[in-house]
């Protein structure tokens, strides 16, 4: 009964490895930077780089004439960018603050890359963009992701402290000239880089939901940085784990799957975390000498 529910899937069936070792990439590169994400309260960011990509490979869509793997990573990437540089103009020349900025472009790209689409292609590759189909994954998206979560963990390493340092004092970070845009626009490239790896597999609605969903379940259960980081890993791997198999058993969508996955693991956390309900409600002794 295990070894069918939960061995054969991957024994007997290569789709779904190569899903498994994308995903296990994913993991790995993306919670980390949800992580700082939720800690900058930048998740509104999160949610508009995930969707500003979407107008970058909807362009690259009708230039290749189709559903092409490098053309719309490039086109997906090139649009990130383009987000990211537009927001920080915006912000230094306008009264906008940053969440306002991104929120004006979330909902420019969206709608931009969904009328385009329609309009030169059909409903399954729209379906596919946002959604994605892990389970057509192939060996240009296993090195693409690989390589991203590989460049992903190295850049975070090197920005690691200066990003901890502006999470916990932004102003003690500017007052000794940290330079900590420079280190917020490389956490940004990151941040797009991931997403448009993970798109292909998970689409472009989904692709945030592993980023993010991890992240905010991890800090309902540690107020520490580095181990909150290492939960939000854990969850996402048992995220994407349980997402495919249920995916894979009941013949539903990979992306969705998998987020849903993620989506308990939260609500479980909200009721069972360290910084949960229930705990809030509970009876605590307190010992007196």
């Known amino acids: 009964m295990i070894y069918h529910l939960l061995i054969q899937p991957f024994a007997e069936n290569e789709a779904m490895r190569r899903a498994l070792a994308v995903s296990i990439a994913m993991s790995?590169?993306?919670?980390?930077?949800?992580?700082?994400?939720?800690?900058?309260?930048?998740?509104?960011?999160?949610?508009?780089?995930?969707?500003?990509?979407?107008?970058?490979?909807?362009?690259?869509?009708?230039?290749?004439?189709?559903?092409?793997?490098?053309?719309?990573?490039?086109?997906?990437?090139?649009a990130g960018f383009g987000i990211t540089v537009f927001?920080?103009?915006?912000?230094?020349?306008?009264?906008?603050?940053?969440?306002?900025?991104?929120?004006?472009?979330?909902?420019?790209?969206?709608?931009?890359?969904?009328?385009?689409?329609?309009a030169h292609g059909g409903d399954e590759e729209l379906v596919h963009i946002l959604f994605g189909d892990a389970f057509r994954i192939d060996n240009r998206l296993l090195f693409f992701a690989t390589a991203m979560a590989s460049l992903s963990l190295l850049g975070l390493a090197i920005i690691y402290r200066p990003l901890v340092l502006?999470?916990?004092?932004?102003?003690?970070?500017?007052?000794?000239?940290?330079?900590?845009?420079?280190?917020?626009?490389?956490?940004l490239i990151l941040v797009v880089l991931n997403l448009v790896?993970?798109?292909?597999?998970?689409?472009?609605?989904?692709?945030?939901?592993?980023?993010?969903?991890?992240?905010?379940?991890a800090r309902l259960w540690s107020n520490n940085i580095d181990s909150t980081i290492f939960l939000s890993v854990f969850m996402a791997l048992i995220s994407s784990l349980s997402g495919l198999?249920?995916?894979?058993?009941?013949?539903?969508p990979s992306g969705p799957s998998v987020v849903m996955a993620a989506g308990i693991i939260y609500l479980l956390s909200i009721i069972f975390g360290k910084n949960?309900?229930?705990?809030?409600?509970?009876?605590h002794h307190h010992f007196a000498e």
């Open 28 to 78: 790995l590169g993306s919670a980390p930077l949800g992580v700082f994400l939720v800690l900058r309260r930048m998740s509104l960011a999160g949610d508009t780089l995930s969707h500003g990509i979407f107008s970058g490979i909807a362009i690259a869509f009708v230039i290749a004439g189709g559903i092409s793997f490098w053309p719309m990573t490039v086109g997906g990437i090139i």
């Open 87 to 118: 927001n920080t103009l915006v912000k230094r020349n306008t009264i906008l603050k940053e969440d306002s900025t991104f929120a004006g472009a979330y909902m420019l790209s969206l709608a931009t890359g969904v009328l385009i689409i329609t």
């Open 166 to 187: 502006e999470c916990i004092d932004p102003i003690f970070m500017r007052a000794i000239g940290g330079r900590g845009g420079v280190y917020h626009q490389l956490f």
């Open 197 to 217: 790896s993970s798109f292909q597999a998970l689409g472009t609605l989904m692709a945030l939901g592993l980023m993010i969903m991890p992240a905010i379940s």
């Open 245 to 252: 198999l249920l995916s894979y058993h009941y013949s539903l």
């Open 276 to 283: 949960g309900v229930l705990i809030k409600y509970l009876p």
